[in-house]
T-cell receptor, first 113, second 114 residues
Framework: KQEVTQIPAALSVPEGENLVLNCSFT??????LQWFRQDPGKGLTSLLL?????REQTSGRLNASLDKSSGRSTLYIAASQPGDSATYLC????????????FGKGTKLSVKP | NAGVTQTPKFQVLKTGQSMTLQCAQD?????MYWYRQDPGMGLRLIYY???????DKGEVPNGYNVSRLNKREFSLRLESAAPSQTSVYFC?????????????FGSGTRLTVV
């Protein structure tokens, strides 16, 4: 059974800092991996999708990397802003008939002005 | 606006009562999902529907039933609510099963069972 761990559980940084969120998963046989953002009281918004054959994916100030063999992914946020404050969730997908995602518990990020 | 719509947004039930959570998407997606989110547990899959006319159990299906009414709508029913079902419920959809991308989530239903 796939298990996903996100470290740290919570992170508080001053505005402008670069930061890294970590995700590890136990089963390396994944189809892809996604990073989501969840704002308080809201649903999830997809940020980045990395296919299993890719090493990284970039969108604006966000960069996600994937090391499938070691079961790790990182989300790098450059020049953090207060608007980045949210919970970030990592979710490997198995691409099977379920099309299911297994979610980590998330990292709650707070960016202080 | 295109997306996934969940109703109601909030609900309080008494133990033993029943209710149906509604979900509708207008993106012509094939697959739809129901997740629950609990503090310290992350999101867990309750039921999913890979395509219209099919439904299957996820990780935590006990105490729930689902109906894929048509391609747009996927409802979740609690027949006899229990306090353990207090949670935030999210509906999601994707264009094609097996691709694992293009997920769109609803804004959630916050359910409290007393």
């Amino acid at each position: 059974k796939q298990e996903v761990t996100q470290i740290p559980a919570a992170l508080s940084v001053p505005e402008g800092e670069n930061l890294v969120l970590n995700c590890s998963f136990t089963d390396s046989a994944i189809y892809n991996l996604q990073w989501f953002r969840q704002d308080p009281g809201k649903g999830l918004t997809s940020l980045l999708l990395i296919q299993s054959s890719q090493r990284e994916q970039t969108s604006g100030r966000l960069n996600a990397s994937l090391d499938k063999s070691s079961g790790r992914s990182t989300l790098y946020i450059a020049a953090s802003q207060p608007g980045d404050s949210a919970t970030y969730l990592c979710a490997p997908g198995d691409g099977g008939s379920q099309g299911n995602l297994i979610f980590g518990k998330g990292t709650k990020l707070s960016v202080k002005p | 606006n295109a997306g996934v719509t969940q109703t109601p947004k909030f609900q309080v039930l008494k133990t033993g009562q029943s209710m149906t959570l509604q979900c509708a998407q207008d993106m012509n997606h094939n697959s739809m999902y129901w997740y629950r989110q609990d503090p310290g547990m992350g999101l867990r899959l309750i039921y999913y529907s890979a395509s219209e006319g099919t439904t299957d159990k996820g990780e935590v299906p006990n105490g729930y039933n689902v109906s894929r009414l048509n391609k747009r709508e996927f409802s979740l029913r609690l027949e006899s609510a229990a306090p353990s079902q207090t949670s935030v419920y999210f509906c999601a959809s994707i264009p094609l099963t097996g691709e694992n991308y293009g997920y769109t989530f609803g804004s959630g239903t916050r359910l409290t069972v007393v």
